[in-house]
């Protein structure tokens, strides 16, 4: 498996819905077809940014737990 390089990382653990998508919209915002590595605590997140991805274009290239943090990489189209 080739492993994801991101161009920027985005720290939202401690935050609860709606901060996590809110932040991560502006983060995206400011990328240029990069990766972004998203980091969020709350569980909700998971759906969360998948949907987002899907209304928005962007891609979710991967999203795993590492204990109680979850870590996702989109793209931005």
Request: aromatic residues 6%; proline residues 4%.
């Given at each position: ?13 401690g ?54 943090i979850?870590?996702?990489f989109?793209?931005?189209?």
């Amino acid at each position: 498996m080739t492993e994801v390089k991101e161009d920027l990382t985005l720290d939202t653990k401690g935050l609860s819905c709606p901060m996590p998508i809110l932040k991560l919209k502006k983060a995206i915002d400011g990328l240029s077809g990069q990766v972004l590595k998203m980091l969020a605590s709350d569980p909700g997140s998971v759906a969360d940014v998948k949907a987002w991805a899907e209304k928005t274009g962007h891609t979710l290239l991967s999203s795993s737990q590492d204990g109680a943090i979850y870590v996702f990489f989109l793209k931005k189209s």
